[in-house]
Structure formats: structure tokens, C-alpha cells
């Protein structure tokens, strides 16, 4: 039973790792796998602690490469963390915790809401970061809303990300426990 537990516990790691670490491939503005993560990890792991701290870490991991080898041009030093990361990384916390909800059963009726859940969940967090930290919008309720308009065109990369990566995360690992049967552990402490 343990090593059933391990394995199962391994193959959702591995597949949260690649889908964060896809994130180097080149892609539109903001189709990205995170809020993926955080829904697939919230609907398998049954330690939900693991839910949070393995997309956040696995985030935060790729983060690290891509801002310290990739863009390296970008940043005059190593980069532990953006500035801003925390109205990111905010919302990916949110994502998984409304990913714990929308996803006690997994069918691709609720696929569809918790990727569209994330979106909506990146987009007002994100934005509101950008608004309440930066300097581009003034402090008002009208430059609030001009963040979140000039936001929009960036939505349609967002909820393509959401969609496509929760498609493929959700869909392989349901091919995965049909060929291995032994993934289908279903009140096991992963």
C-alpha cells in the first residue's frame, strides 16, 4: 500500500514539475500552466497542505530558472523573487483553495468551471497587485478599473493556459490511472 502511496504521490509531483517547467517553451502573453497546477494539485492530493506547497514550490523552483538563466540579461543579480510575486503567488493560493471545492469530483464539467474559476481569480488578483503597488494607475476606483481594462487583452492568454494545461493534466493522469490501475488510490494519504 505504501509504495502504491509513493507512486502515486511521484507521478502527480512529476507531472505538476513538467507542466510548470513547460513555462521555458514559447508561448503567448500569460498562457501559462500555474493556475493548471494549483487545481490539479488541489483535486489529487488528499493531504492538502501538499495541494498548496507543491505547485507553489514547483512555481517558485521554475521561477527561479527562468528569471536566473533565461532572463538573466534582465536581472543585474540572482533573483530569489520578483517584484510582485507575492499578488501571483496570492492568487495561485486562491486557485488551489477553490480547486479544493470545485474539484471534490473530478468530470470535465468541473475541469472547465475550476479553469475558468482560475482565471477570473488570477485576473482580480493580478491586477489589483499591478494597481495597489505600481505607479501607472492612480489610487481611485477609476484608475482601479483602468487596470483591470487595460488587463483584458492578456485575459484570452490566461484562460487558454488554464484550460489547455488543465486539460492535459487532468486528461493524462485519467489515462494514467486506466493503464495503471494502481493511481486510482482514492482515500489513500497522498
Known amino acids: 500500500m505504501k509504495q502504491s502511496i509513493n507512486l502515486r504521490f511521484s507521478v502527480l509531483t512529476l507531472l505538476i514539475v513538467l ?9 503567448m502573453p500569460n498562457f501559462s500552466p500555474l493556475g493548471a497546477i494549483g487545481l490539479f494539485g488541489a483535486a489529487y492530493f488528499a493531504k492538502k497542505w501538499q495541494a498548496f506547497l507543491i505547485p507553489t514550490a514547483t512555481t517558485w523552483l521554475s521561477d527561479l530558472f527562468i528569471n536566473n538563466l533565461i532572463y538573466a540579461q534582465y536581472y ?5 523573487f520578483y517584484k510582485g510575486f507575492y499578488w501571483q503567488y ?3 493560493l486562491f486557485i488551489t483553495l477553490a480547486g479544493i471545492f ?9 475541469v472547465f468551471a475550476g479553469a475558468l474559476t482560475s482565471t477570473a481569480i488570477f485576473f482580480l488578483v493580478s491586477n489589483f497587485g499591478v494597481w495597489a503597488d505600481g505607479t ?3 489610487k481611485t476606483f477609476e484608475g482601479l478599473m483602468t487596470c483591470y481594462a487595460a488587463g483584458i487583452p492578456f485575459l484570452k492568454g490566461t484562460f487558454f493556459g488554464d484550460l489547455f494545461y488543465s486539460g492535459v493534466l487532468f486528461g493524462v493522469f485519467a489515462m ?3 493503464q495503471f490501475p494502481v493511481l486510482k488510490l482514492r482515500n489513500a494519504s497522498v
Not at 507542466?19 to 508561448?27: N, Q, V
Not at 543585474?76 to 530569489?80: C, D, I, K, S
Open 136 to 138: 501607472m494607475y492612480p
Open 102 to 110: 470545485i474539484l471534490q469530483k473530478t468530470n470535465p464539467q468541473r
Open 90 to 92: 496570492g492568487s495561485y
Open 76 to 80: 543585474p543579480e540572482f533573483t530569489w
Open 19 to 27: 507542466a510548470a517547467f513547460s513555462r521555458i517553451t514559447p508561448h
Open 176 to 178: 494514467a490511472q486506466k
